[in-house]
Protein backbone atom coordinates (compact mmCIF):
# COMPACT_ATOMS: atom_id res chain seq x y z
CA UNK A 1 0.00 0.00 0.00
CA UNK A 2 1.70 3.80 -1.29
CA UNK A 3 1.05 6.48 1.29
CA UNK A 4 0.83 9.38 0.69
CA UNK A 5 2.83 12.49 2.30
CA UNK A 6 2.44 15.96 2.53
CA UNK A 7 5.42 17.85 1.44
CA UNK A 8 3.71 21.14 1.90
CA UNK A 9 -0.05 22.64 1.37
CA UNK A 10 0.13 22.11 -2.13
CA UNK A 11 2.03 19.27 -2.98
CA UNK A 12 2.29 15.26 -1.90
CA UNK A 13 4.79 12.86 -2.55
CA UNK A 14 4.22 8.62 -2.75
CA UNK A 15 6.60 5.84 -2.57
CA UNK A 16 5.14 3.59 -5.49
CA UNK A 17 4.53 0.02 -3.98
CA UNK A 18 0.81 -0.32 -6.05
CA UNK A 19 -0.20 2.09 -8.78
CA UNK A 20 -1.51 5.29 -8.53
CA UNK A 21 -4.21 7.02 -10.51
CA UNK A 22 -3.81 10.62 -10.57
CA UNK A 23 -5.28 13.48 -12.74
CA UNK A 24 -3.62 14.15 -16.00
CA UNK A 25 -0.96 17.05 -15.35
CA UNK A 26 -0.75 16.33 -11.67
CA UNK A 27 2.25 14.75 -11.96
CA UNK A 28 5.27 17.19 -10.73
CA UNK A 29 8.32 15.00 -10.60
CA UNK A 30 9.88 11.54 -9.84
CA UNK A 31 12.72 9.49 -9.24
CA UNK A 32 13.74 5.79 -10.32
CA UNK A 33 11.67 3.45 -12.57
CA UNK A 34 8.21 4.92 -13.03
CA UNK A 35 5.62 4.73 -16.19
CA UNK A 36 2.91 6.20 -16.85
CA UNK A 37 0.22 4.74 -18.63
CA UNK A 38 -3.39 6.57 -19.40
CA UNK A 39 -6.21 4.98 -17.38
CA UNK A 40 -8.96 3.17 -18.38
CA UNK A 41 -9.01 3.48 -21.66
CA UNK A 42 -8.32 0.85 -24.04
CA UNK A 43 -4.97 -0.23 -24.77
CA UNK A 44 -4.19 1.23 -21.62
CA UNK A 45 -2.77 -1.07 -18.64
CA UNK A 46 -5.57 -0.15 -16.17
CA UNK A 47 -8.80 -0.81 -17.96
CA UNK A 48 -9.76 -3.24 -15.62
CA UNK A 49 -12.40 -3.03 -13.09
CA UNK A 50 -15.15 -0.47 -12.58
CA UNK A 51 -12.87 2.23 -14.26
CA UNK A 52 -12.62 0.26 -17.34
CA UNK A 53 -14.12 1.05 -20.95
CA UNK A 54 -17.87 1.24 -19.28
CA UNK A 55 -17.39 2.64 -16.33
CA UNK A 56 -15.30 5.47 -18.34
CA UNK A 57 -17.68 5.76 -20.98
CA UNK A 58 -20.31 6.29 -18.55
CA UNK A 59 -18.48 8.66 -16.41
CA UNK A 60 -18.11 11.13 -19.42
CA UNK A 61 -21.59 10.79 -20.37
CA UNK A 62 -22.65 12.11 -17.14
CA UNK A 63 -19.74 15.06 -17.79
CA UNK A 64 -18.03 13.82 -14.48
CA UNK A 65 -14.64 12.75 -16.04
CA UNK A 66 -10.86 13.81 -16.04
CA UNK A 67 -8.46 12.22 -17.98
CA UNK A 68 -5.97 10.12 -15.69
CA UNK A 69 -3.03 8.51 -15.78
CA UNK A 70 -1.85 5.27 -14.16
CA UNK A 71 1.62 5.61 -12.48
CA UNK A 72 3.49 2.07 -12.02
CA UNK A 73 7.02 0.79 -11.05
CA UNK A 74 9.42 1.73 -8.49
CA UNK A 75 9.86 5.09 -6.83
CA UNK A 76 8.49 8.06 -5.50
CA UNK A 77 6.27 10.92 -7.41
CA UNK A 78 5.47 14.40 -6.08
CA UNK A 79 1.43 15.21 -6.80
CA UNK A 80 0.34 18.85 -7.22
CA UNK A 81 -1.97 20.70 -9.31
CA UNK A 82 -2.12 24.60 -10.30
CA UNK A 83 -1.28 25.70 -6.57
CA UNK A 84 -4.01 24.12 -4.74
CA UNK A 85 -4.15 23.24 -1.29
CA UNK A 86 -3.85 19.27 -1.16
CA UNK A 87 -5.83 17.07 1.63
CA UNK A 88 -5.14 13.08 2.05
CA UNK A 89 -7.95 11.61 2.98
CA UNK A 90 -7.75 7.53 4.60
CA UNK A 91 -11.10 5.35 3.02
CA UNK A 92 -11.70 2.22 5.27
CA UNK A 93 -13.43 -0.36 3.85
CA UNK A 94 -17.59 -0.07 4.10
CA UNK A 95 -16.75 3.92 3.95
CA UNK A 96 -17.67 5.59 0.55
CA UNK A 97 -16.05 8.84 -0.57
CA UNK A 98 -18.25 11.31 -2.52
CA UNK A 99 -16.20 14.18 -4.86
CA UNK A 100 -16.38 15.92 -7.51
CA UNK A 101 -13.58 14.90 -10.71
CA UNK A 102 -12.04 17.83 -10.82
CA UNK A 103 -11.88 17.95 -7.11
CA UNK A 104 -9.72 14.88 -7.00
CA UNK A 105 -5.91 14.54 -7.39
CA UNK A 106 -4.73 11.46 -7.05
CA UNK A 107 -5.96 7.78 -5.39
CA UNK A 108 -4.74 4.11 -4.72
CA UNK A 109 -5.48 1.81 -7.25
CA UNK A 110 -6.76 0.01 -4.46
CA UNK A 111 -10.15 2.23 -4.31
CA UNK A 112 -12.36 1.32 -7.28
CA UNK A 113 -13.91 5.00 -8.93
CA UNK A 114 -17.72 5.02 -10.46
CA UNK A 115 -20.36 7.10 -10.83
CA UNK A 116 -22.87 8.24 -8.29
CA UNK A 117 -26.25 9.97 -9.24
CA UNK A 118 -27.14 12.76 -6.74
CA UNK A 119 -29.98 14.51 -8.75
CA UNK A 120 -32.81 12.91 -6.61
CA UNK A 121 -35.91 14.78 -5.91
CA UNK A 122 -37.42 14.58 -9.48
CA UNK A 123 -37.25 17.55 -12.17
CA UNK A 124 -37.16 20.31 -9.77
CA UNK A 125 -33.48 18.90 -8.13
CA UNK A 126 -32.28 18.33 -11.49
CA UNK A 127 -32.97 21.54 -12.56
CA UNK A 128 -31.33 23.08 -9.39
CA UNK A 129 -28.66 21.15 -10.06
CA UNK A 130 -28.13 22.32 -13.33
CA UNK A 131 -28.22 26.03 -11.83
CA UNK A 132 -25.74 24.67 -9.45
CA UNK A 133 -23.09 23.89 -11.45
CA UNK A 134 -22.68 21.46 -9.67
CA UNK A 135 -23.69 18.65 -12.09
CA UNK A 136 -26.21 15.77 -11.00
CA UNK A 137 -23.60 13.01 -11.18
CA UNK A 138 -20.41 12.81 -8.75
CA UNK A 139 -17.61 10.29 -8.17
CA UNK A 140 -17.54 7.63 -5.87
CA UNK A 141 -14.83 5.73 -4.35
CA UNK A 142 -15.11 2.50 -2.21
CA UNK A 143 -12.32 0.07 -1.15
CA UNK A 144 -9.45 0.64 1.32
CA UNK A 145 -7.44 2.88 0.41
CA UNK A 146 -6.31 7.06 0.34
CA UNK A 147 -7.24 9.72 -1.90
CA UNK A 148 -6.20 13.01 -2.27
CA UNK A 149 -8.09 16.22 -2.54
CA UNK A 150 -7.70 19.70 -4.42
CA UNK A 151 -9.35 22.57 -2.76
CA UNK A 152 -9.00 26.59 -2.81
CA UNK A 153 -7.31 27.26 0.30
CA UNK A 154 -7.56 24.85 2.85
CA UNK A 155 -10.59 22.08 3.87
CA UNK A 156 -12.07 21.60 7.04
CA UNK A 157 -14.25 19.06 7.81
CA UNK A 158 -16.99 19.14 9.40
CA UNK A 159 -18.58 15.82 11.00
CA UNK A 160 -22.42 14.51 10.75
CA UNK A 161 -24.54 11.86 12.68
CA UNK A 162 -28.21 11.01 12.31
CA UNK A 163 -28.47 13.72 14.84
CA UNK A 164 -27.12 16.72 12.73
CA UNK A 165 -26.76 16.85 9.41
CA UNK A 166 -25.03 20.07 7.33
CA UNK A 167 -25.93 21.96 4.50
CA UNK A 168 -23.22 23.70 2.06
CA UNK A 169 -22.91 26.02 -0.32
CA UNK A 170 -22.67 23.66 -3.76
CA UNK A 171 -19.34 25.58 -4.47
CA UNK A 172 -17.49 25.33 -1.02
CA UNK A 173 -18.11 21.54 -1.13
CA UNK A 174 -15.35 19.37 -1.96
CA UNK A 175 -15.96 15.99 -0.45
CA UNK A 176 -18.24 13.49 1.73
CA UNK A 177 -16.49 10.60 3.21
CA UNK A 178 -18.75 7.68 5.39
CA UNK A 179 -22.35 6.27 5.00
CA UNK A 180 -23.32 10.56 3.86
CA UNK A 181 -26.00 10.84 1.26
CA UNK A 182 -25.59 14.30 -0.84
CA UNK A 183 -28.59 16.05 -2.11
CA UNK A 184 -29.41 19.16 -3.90
CA UNK A 185 -32.00 20.62 -2.53
CA UNK A 186 -33.45 24.05 -3.38
CA UNK A 187 -35.90 26.72 -2.60
CA UNK A 188 -36.31 27.88 -6.04
CA UNK A 189 -39.23 30.39 -6.68
CA UNK A 190 -39.98 33.04 -8.53
CA UNK A 191 -37.15 35.06 -7.70
CA UNK A 192 -34.51 33.12 -8.61
CA UNK A 193 -36.13 32.75 -11.93
CA UNK A 194 -35.99 35.87 -12.69
CA UNK A 195 -32.65 36.71 -10.94
CA UNK A 196 -33.48 38.58 -7.79
CA UNK A 197 -32.75 35.65 -5.32
CA UNK A 198 -30.54 35.65 -2.41
CA UNK A 199 -27.88 33.60 -4.33
CA UNK A 200 -28.15 30.67 -1.68
CA UNK A 201 -31.31 29.24 -2.49
CA UNK A 202 -29.55 26.15 -3.73
CA UNK A 203 -27.23 23.97 -1.57
CA UNK A 204 -26.20 20.73 -0.65
CA UNK A 205 -28.10 18.77 1.92
CA UNK A 206 -25.45 15.92 3.50
CA UNK A 207 -27.30 13.51 5.37
CA UNK A 208 -25.96 9.80 6.93
CA UNK A 209 -22.54 9.63 9.19
CA UNK A 210 -19.81 10.79 7.98
CA UNK A 211 -17.50 13.58 7.41
CA UNK A 212 -18.36 16.48 4.62
CA UNK A 213 -14.81 18.76 3.25
CA UNK A 214 -15.79 21.94 2.92
CA UNK A 215 -13.31 24.69 1.49
CA UNK A 216 -13.52 28.66 2.63
CA UNK A 217 -14.10 29.67 -1.13
CA UNK A 218 -16.44 29.70 -3.49
CA UNK A 219 -14.02 29.55 -6.35
CA UNK A 220 -14.30 27.04 -8.89
CA UNK A 221 -11.43 24.59 -9.60
CA UNK B 1 -6.49 38.38 17.96
CA UNK B 2 -4.10 41.52 17.68
CA UNK B 3 -3.63 43.35 15.04
CA UNK B 4 0.02 43.49 13.31
CA UNK B 5 1.87 46.71 14.14
CA UNK B 6 1.76 48.85 11.43
CA UNK B 7 5.35 48.73 9.43
CA UNK B 8 7.35 51.84 9.28
CA UNK B 9 10.74 52.81 7.35
CA UNK B 10 12.84 51.43 10.62
CA UNK B 11 10.10 48.48 11.20
CA UNK B 12 10.23 47.09 8.16
CA UNK B 13 12.32 44.17 7.67
CA UNK B 14 16.15 44.89 5.61
CA UNK B 15 16.58 42.45 2.87
CA UNK B 16 13.59 39.57 4.68
CA UNK B 17 10.60 38.57 3.85
CA UNK B 18 7.50 40.78 5.01
CA UNK B 19 4.98 37.24 5.52
CA UNK B 20 5.33 34.28 3.01
CA UNK B 21 3.80 36.78 -0.17
CA UNK B 22 5.70 39.82 0.27
CA UNK B 23 9.57 40.81 0.45
CA UNK B 24 11.48 44.37 1.53
CA UNK B 25 14.64 44.98 0.27
CA UNK B 26 16.74 47.68 1.17
CA UNK B 27 18.17 50.62 -1.21
CA UNK B 28 21.40 50.71 0.39
CA UNK B 29 23.05 48.78 -2.60
CA UNK B 30 20.94 48.60 -6.22
CA UNK B 31 18.89 46.07 -7.09
CA UNK B 32 17.65 44.32 -10.32
CA UNK B 33 13.97 44.13 -10.32
CA UNK B 34 11.30 42.62 -12.82
CA UNK B 35 8.43 45.36 -14.06
CA UNK B 36 5.64 45.41 -12.01
CA UNK B 37 7.70 43.71 -8.94
CA UNK B 38 7.21 46.24 -7.37
CA UNK B 39 4.35 46.51 -4.71
CA UNK B 40 5.04 49.86 -2.52
CA UNK B 41 8.08 52.04 -1.48
CA UNK B 42 9.32 54.37 1.04
CA UNK B 43 12.27 56.97 0.26
CA UNK B 44 13.54 57.97 -2.73
CA UNK B 45 13.26 54.99 -4.97
CA UNK B 46 14.28 55.58 -8.54
CA UNK B 47 13.22 52.64 -10.65
CA UNK B 48 15.18 53.25 -14.22
CA UNK B 49 14.88 50.87 -17.03
CA UNK B 50 17.54 48.86 -18.24
CA UNK B 51 17.84 51.14 -21.61
CA UNK B 52 17.52 54.51 -20.20
CA UNK B 53 19.48 53.93 -17.20
CA UNK B 54 22.19 56.60 -16.11
CA UNK B 55 24.92 53.42 -15.68
CA UNK B 56 24.63 51.80 -19.27
CA UNK B 57 28.13 51.01 -18.70
CA UNK B 58 27.49 48.47 -15.58
CA UNK B 59 24.55 47.68 -16.63
CA UNK B 60 25.70 45.83 -19.65
CA UNK B 61 28.47 44.12 -17.66
CA UNK B 62 25.55 42.46 -15.01
CA UNK B 63 22.54 42.02 -17.03
CA UNK B 64 23.67 39.87 -20.11
CA UNK B 65 19.96 39.37 -22.08
CA UNK B 66 18.99 41.73 -24.66
CA UNK B 67 15.72 39.10 -24.80
CA UNK B 68 14.55 39.93 -21.09
CA UNK B 69 16.23 43.43 -20.64
CA UNK B 70 12.96 45.46 -21.87
CA UNK B 71 11.28 43.61 -18.67
CA UNK B 72 13.46 44.44 -16.30
CA UNK B 73 14.70 48.40 -14.22
CA UNK B 74 17.48 48.87 -12.25
CA UNK B 75 16.11 50.11 -8.35
CA UNK B 76 18.25 52.82 -6.90
CA UNK B 77 18.17 55.52 -4.21
CA UNK B 78 17.49 54.99 -0.40
CA UNK B 79 14.30 53.59 1.12
CA UNK B 80 12.96 50.30 1.38
CA UNK B 81 11.12 48.57 -1.31
CA UNK B 82 8.47 46.23 -0.89
CA UNK B 83 7.97 43.79 -3.64
CA UNK B 84 5.37 40.57 -4.71
CA UNK B 85 3.71 38.27 -7.25
CA UNK B 86 0.31 37.50 -7.38
CA UNK B 87 0.64 36.19 -4.14
CA UNK B 88 2.66 33.65 -4.44
CA UNK B 89 5.21 32.85 -2.01
CA UNK B 90 8.74 34.68 -1.94
CA UNK B 91 11.81 33.32 -0.74
CA UNK B 92 15.06 34.65 -1.13
CA UNK B 93 18.30 32.52 -1.44
CA UNK B 94 22.00 33.32 -1.05
CA UNK B 95 24.97 32.86 -3.80
CA UNK B 96 27.80 31.79 -2.98
CA UNK B 97 30.22 32.19 -6.03
CA UNK B 98 26.99 29.58 -7.27
CA UNK B 99 25.49 29.29 -10.21
CA UNK B 100 21.93 28.70 -9.87
CA UNK B 101 18.99 28.83 -12.69
CA UNK B 102 15.68 29.99 -12.58
CA UNK B 103 12.39 30.12 -14.49
CA UNK B 104 12.30 34.26 -15.81
CA UNK B 105 8.68 34.13 -14.58
CA UNK B 106 9.94 33.17 -10.93
CA UNK B 107 12.73 35.70 -11.23
CA UNK B 108 11.66 38.93 -9.06
CA UNK B 109 14.80 40.83 -8.13
CA UNK B 110 18.41 40.42 -7.89
CA UNK B 111 21.58 42.57 -5.93
CA UNK B 112 23.56 44.09 -9.10
CA UNK B 113 26.51 42.05 -7.52
CA UNK B 114 25.01 39.16 -8.94
CA UNK B 115 25.40 38.49 -13.00
CA UNK B 116 22.81 37.59 -15.20
CA UNK B 117 22.66 35.29 -18.17
CA UNK B 118 20.54 33.23 -20.92
CA UNK B 119 20.18 30.00 -19.95
CA UNK B 120 20.34 27.39 -22.78
CA UNK B 121 17.20 26.36 -22.11
CA UNK B 122 14.12 28.26 -22.84
CA UNK B 123 12.20 30.75 -20.84
CA UNK B 124 15.23 30.25 -18.21
CA UNK B 125 17.85 32.54 -16.43
CA UNK B 126 20.85 31.69 -15.13
CA UNK B 127 22.50 34.04 -11.73
CA UNK B 128 26.15 33.69 -11.18
CA UNK B 129 28.51 34.88 -8.18
CA UNK B 130 28.01 35.97 -4.91
CA UNK B 131 24.98 38.08 -3.58
CA UNK B 132 21.01 37.30 -3.03
CA UNK B 133 18.02 36.91 -5.54
CA UNK B 134 14.43 36.56 -4.95
CA UNK B 135 11.89 34.34 -6.45
CA UNK B 136 8.42 33.55 -6.64
CA UNK B 137 6.94 29.90 -6.22
CA UNK B 138 3.40 28.35 -6.00
CA UNK B 139 3.72 27.10 -3.07
CA UNK B 140 6.63 26.69 -0.99
CA UNK B 141 9.66 25.77 -2.86
CA UNK B 142 10.64 21.97 -2.93
CA UNK B 143 14.03 20.64 -2.92
CA UNK B 144 15.02 17.56 -4.72
CA UNK B 145 18.44 16.11 -5.68
CA UNK B 146 18.90 14.16 -8.86
CA UNK B 147 18.47 11.80 -10.69
CA UNK B 148 15.07 12.77 -11.00
CA UNK B 149 12.65 13.62 -13.93
CA UNK B 150 10.54 16.58 -13.59
CA UNK B 151 7.79 17.96 -15.19
CA UNK B 152 8.72 21.59 -17.10
CA UNK B 153 5.66 23.21 -15.54
CA UNK B 154 6.53 22.43 -12.05
CA UNK B 155 10.20 23.17 -12.72
CA UNK B 156 11.05 26.42 -10.82
CA UNK B 157 14.89 25.95 -11.33
CA UNK B 158 18.36 24.01 -11.00
CA UNK B 159 21.44 24.80 -9.02
CA UNK B 160 25.08 23.00 -10.04
CA UNK B 161 23.80 20.05 -11.54
CA UNK B 162 24.02 19.81 -15.49
CA UNK B 163 21.46 21.21 -17.69
CA UNK B 164 18.68 19.04 -18.03
CA UNK B 165 17.75 17.09 -21.00
CA UNK B 166 13.84 16.57 -21.94
CA UNK B 167 12.73 13.18 -21.44
CA UNK B 168 9.63 12.04 -23.47
CA UNK B 169 7.59 8.63 -22.00
CA UNK B 170 8.76 5.70 -23.77
CA UNK B 171 5.20 4.43 -24.67
CA UNK B 172 4.42 8.25 -26.11
CA UNK B 173 6.94 7.89 -27.95
CA UNK B 174 6.21 4.65 -29.65
CA UNK B 175 2.64 6.01 -30.73
CA UNK B 176 4.47 9.05 -31.85
CA UNK B 177 6.87 7.35 -34.22
CA UNK B 178 3.48 5.39 -35.29
CA UNK B 179 1.68 8.22 -36.38
CA UNK B 180 2.23 11.48 -38.54
CA UNK B 181 4.74 12.88 -36.76
CA UNK B 182 4.66 16.78 -37.79
CA UNK B 183 0.55 16.63 -36.19
CA UNK B 184 1.65 15.81 -32.91
CA UNK B 185 4.50 18.13 -32.62
CA UNK B 186 3.63 21.00 -29.63
CA UNK B 187 1.39 18.53 -28.04
CA UNK B 188 2.57 18.56 -24.39
CA UNK B 189 -1.17 18.04 -22.33
CA UNK B 190 -0.11 15.27 -20.10
CA UNK B 191 3.14 13.22 -18.70
CA UNK B 192 4.88 12.76 -21.54
CA UNK B 193 7.44 14.77 -21.51
CA UNK B 194 10.02 15.98 -18.41
CA UNK B 195 13.25 17.63 -17.71
CA UNK B 196 15.81 14.85 -16.82
CA UNK B 197 18.45 15.69 -14.16
CA UNK B 198 21.42 14.09 -13.86
CA UNK B 199 24.66 14.27 -11.88
CA UNK B 200 25.15 16.36 -8.23
CA UNK B 201 23.54 19.06 -7.53
CA UNK B 202 19.76 20.60 -5.98
CA UNK B 203 16.58 20.54 -8.49
CA UNK B 204 13.97 23.20 -6.94
CA UNK B 205 10.01 22.55 -7.75
CA UNK B 206 7.03 24.31 -7.01
CA UNK B 207 3.13 22.83 -7.64
CA UNK B 208 2.19 23.09 -11.20
CA UNK B 209 0.22 26.06 -12.93
CA UNK B 210 -1.25 27.70 -15.11
CA UNK B 211 1.67 29.22 -17.18
CA UNK B 212 1.65 32.98 -17.44
CA UNK B 213 2.66 33.73 -21.39
CA UNK B 214 6.10 34.78 -20.78
CA UNK B 215 7.00 37.63 -23.40
CA UNK B 216 10.41 37.02 -24.30
CA UNK B 217 8.89 34.00 -25.68
CA UNK B 218 7.24 35.55 -28.82
CA UNK B 219 10.65 38.28 -28.70
CA UNK B 220 12.53 34.74 -28.92
CA UNK B 221 10.54 33.47 -32.24
CA UNK B 222 10.74 36.62 -33.47
CA UNK B 223 14.90 36.94 -33.49
CA UNK B 224 14.96 33.20 -35.23
CA UNK B 225 12.71 34.30 -37.87
CA UNK B 226 15.37 35.86 -39.68
CA UNK B 227 17.12 32.31 -40.53
CA UNK B 228 13.83 31.24 -42.55
CA UNK B 229 14.06 31.33 -46.23
CA UNK B 230 10.53 31.83 -48.17
CA UNK B 231 9.22 28.44 -47.53
CA UNK B 232 9.80 28.46 -44.22
CA UNK B 233 8.33 31.74 -43.39
CA UNK B 234 5.27 30.35 -45.60
CA UNK B 235 5.10 27.09 -43.26
CA UNK B 236 5.01 29.53 -40.25
CA UNK B 237 2.47 30.90 -41.57
CA UNK B 238 0.37 28.18 -42.51
CA UNK B 239 0.82 26.64 -38.67
CA UNK B 240 0.07 29.98 -36.99
CA UNK B 241 -3.37 30.26 -39.11
CA UNK B 242 -4.24 27.02 -38.06
CA UNK B 243 -3.53 27.32 -33.98
CA UNK B 244 -5.00 30.74 -34.04
CA UNK B 245 -8.40 29.45 -35.77
CA UNK B 246 -7.94 26.29 -32.90
CA UNK B 247 -7.81 29.35 -30.02
CA UNK B 248 -11.07 31.33 -31.32
CA UNK B 249 -13.32 28.27 -31.25
Redesign the interface.
Known amino acids: MPGFEMVNSKVVKVRLGSPVIARRGAMLGYTGDVRFVPHGVPGGAGAGGLGGLAGGLARRMAGEHEATMEATGQGEVWYGFRGSHVTIVDIAPGQVMLVEADRLLCHDVTLQASTAFIGQGGMRAAVSGMMSGQGLFTTQLSGQGSAVLLSHGETFSLPIDQSRNVAVDPQAYVAALGQVKVEVSAKVGWREAVGKGSGEAIQLRCTGSGTVFVQASEEKL | MTEPAPLNPYTLPTDDNVNPYAFCVDLSQQWFMRKGAMIAYYGQAKFEALAATSMAGFVATRFSSPLYAMDWVVAQGQGKVVIGDRG?DINSFDLEAGNLTIRANNLLSFATSLELKQSIVPGFLTLYGTGKFIASS???V?F?EP?????P???VGWADTPAPCHHF???WMQSFLGMAANSMLGIN????R?MDFVGEGT?L??????MSEDPAVVRMIESQLGGLGTGGLQRINHVTAQRLAASQQ
Open positions: HNGPIAPMRVDEALDAGSGEEQIMQSSEI
